[in-house]
């Protein structure tokens, strides 16, 4: 759903950017230095980007193309994030059968490649209207237009050349996003589900086998829906007994803190260890904290911060959870504002504000970072 309703928003650039320093360290020379300050080297703040690398951890948001070119935005994207997310929609790449349109992926990888980052490709099968091509929906009811040979000629075709295009600066794909939530047509009509996802990863691996290849789902706004959870699982360890190569699965955590569980953090490391039990690995792959209606907390912003700390500590603190996707960079542009259904125009879900200033949420990630090493180089458990 996010997908959809980030393509639908429209959004307004901030005239004027300011350079944060709240919550950071002085850029000063120190005083007493030296009496050359031009020989005073300045002091940079950590980022989040340098403790992931350390920790050989995947921190990323989105590719947000309409505000590409603000300089502001991709200052933050190349400094704080080590991957992104390039979306990469049949509607928008073949426009037509067989032809294909490889500009916003190719610019997607300069610009990864410019500042040292991976890519995480999304999403080669999604939901009609959000990512399939329109030439893609049935010509009478019913009928969905072509015969099943068809159908899985087109998909091989799609998702082998766009895998093949990206390369391995694209380091994981998203084969198939929420097929739980959403019947993914025609797809799940033409094949039926477990069908239709198998071939999608076989045609994946065909294409490129040292990427990635993850299974995505959504599990709800007050945390991971257990129920759910496990017939995702079920779906899994059924897929992977008949050779699927699904090499990781995500969980989005779009979640609102008016509606978040007190058993949040259990309901995570629930999915955490049915993940290690099916033998595939974790990303956090769509999170951001809507802060609640006005006077749900006496401190939101210290709530959405806390949030995200735990989060974060509870992934790090299970190996097998390699990575987390921040779902945008500033407040100024976030999905939640006018999403499709439930629209929250107060929406402040992000690690930046409307300015790019950081804010608290940013420094719970940046905290709990901290503590992961902390522990590490002290001996703690990896």
């Given at each position: 759903?996010?997908?959809?309703?980030?393509?639908?928003?429209?959004?307004?650039?901030?005239?004027?950017?300011?350079?944060?320093?709240?919550?950071?360290?002085?850029?000063?020379?120190?005083?007493?230095?030296?009496s050359r300050p031009s020989k005073t080297?300045?002091?940079?703040?950590?980022?989040?980007?340098?403790?992931?690398?350390?920790?050989?951890?995947?921190?990323?948001?989105?590719?947000?193309?309409?505000?590409?070119?603000?300089?502001?935005?991709?200052?933050?994207?190349?400094?704080?994030?080590?991957?992104?997310?390039?979306?990469?929609?049949?509607?928008?790449?073949?426009?037509?059968?067989?032809?294909?349109?490889?500009?916003?992926?190719?610019?997607?990888?300069?610009?990864?490649?410019?500042?040292?980052?991976?890519?995480?490709?999304?999403?080669?099968?999604?939901?009609?209207?959000?990512?399939?091509?329109?030439?893609?929906?049935?010509?009478?009811?019913?009928?969905?237009?072509?015969?099943?040979?068809?159908?899985?000629?087109?998909?091989?075709?799609?998702?082998?050349?766009?895998?093949?295009?990206?390369?391995?600066?694209?380091?994981?794909?998203?084969?198939?996003?929420?097929?739980?939530?959403?019947?993914?047509?025609?797809?799940?009509?033409?094949?039926?589900?477990?069908?239709?996802?198998?071939?999608?990863?076989?045609?994946?691996?065909?294409?490129?086998?040292?990427?990635?290849?993850?299974?995505?789902?959504?599990?709800?706004?007050?945390?991971?829906?257990?129920?759910?959870?496990?017939?995702?699982?079920?779906?899994?360890?059924?897929?992977?007994?008949?050779?699927?190569?699904?090499?990781?699965?995500?969980?989005?955590?779009?979640?609102?803190?008016?509606?978040?569980?007190?058993?949040?953090?259990?309901?995570?490391?629930?999915?955490?260890?049915?993940?290690?039990?099916?033998?595939?690995?974790?990303?956090?792959?769509?999170?951001?904290?809507?802060?609640?209606?006005?006077?749900?907390?006496?401190?939101?912003?210290?709530r959405q911060r806390e949030i995200y700390?735990?989060?974060?500590?509870?992934?790090?603190?299970?190996?097998?959870?390699?990575?987390?996707?921040?779902?945008?960079?500033?407040?100024?542009?976030?999905w939640l504002q006018a999403k499709v259904?439930?629209?929250?125009?107060?929406?402040?879900?992000?690690?930046?504000?409307?300015?790019?200033?950081?804010?608290?949420?940013?420094?719970?990630?940046?905290?709990?970072?901290?503590?992961?090493?902390?522990?590490?180089?002290?001996?703690?458990?990896?």
């Open positions: 759903m996010a997908l959809l309703s980030l393509l639908l928003a429209g959004f307004v650039l901030p005239s004027t950017v300011r350079r944060s320093d709240a919550g950071q360290s002085s850029a000063e020379p120190e005083a007493g230095s030296s080297p300045a002091r940079t703040d950590p980022t989040l980007r340098e403790y992931a690398d350390r920790l050989g951890f995947h921190i990323g948001t989105i590719m947000q193309m309409k505000i590409f070119d603000d300089p502001n935005y991709q200052a933050v994207l190349g400094r704080e994030f080590n991957v992104f997310v390039s979306f990469v929609f049949q509607r928008a790449v073949e426009t037509m059968p067989g032809q294909f349109n490889f500009l916003g992926m190719d610019r997607d990888v300069q610009f990864a490649r410019q500042h040292q980052m991976k890519l995480f490709g999304a999403s080669l099968i999604y939901r009609a209207g959000a990512v399939a091509a329109p030439w893609l929906a049935p010509r009478r009811g019913g009928d969905w237009g072509r015969s099943k040979e068809q159908y899985d000629s087109i998909m091989k075709e799609w998702i082998q050349t766009v895998v093949r295009h990206g390369g391995d600066t694209y380091y994981c794909w998203e084969v198939v996003n929420e097929p739980l939530s959403n019947p993914n047509q025609p797809w799940e009509a033409v094949f039926g589900r477990d069908e239709y996802i198998a071939r999608a990863f076989h045609y994946a691996r065909e294409a490129n086998a040292s990427v990635a290849l993850e299974l995505n789902e959504t599990f709800g706004q007050g945390g991971i829906d257990r129920a759910k959870a496990g017939e995702f699982f079920d779906l899994v360890q059924r897929l992977k007994s008949r050779g699927v190569p699904i090499d990781v699965v995500g969980t989005e955590m779009h979640l609102e803190a008016q509606q978040l569980r007190p058993t949040y953090l259990d309901e995570l490391r629930y999915f955490l260890s049915r993940a290690r039990a099916a033998g595939v690995q974790v990303y956090i792959t769509e999170m951001d904290v809507y802060q609640g209606p006005p006077g749900a907390f006496p401190d939101p912003m210290g700390h735990d989060v974060l500590a509870t992934c790090l603190a299970d190996s097998n959870c390699k990575g987390l996707t921040v779902w945008g960079v500033s407040d100024i542009r976030s259904m439930n629209p929250h125009p107060d929406a402040k879900p992000l690690l930046f504000d409307e300015q790019y200033q950081k804010k608290p949420a940013y420094f719970g990630l940046l905290q709990a970072f901290q503590e992961r090493l902390t522990g590490d180089d002290a001996g703690g458990a990896k």
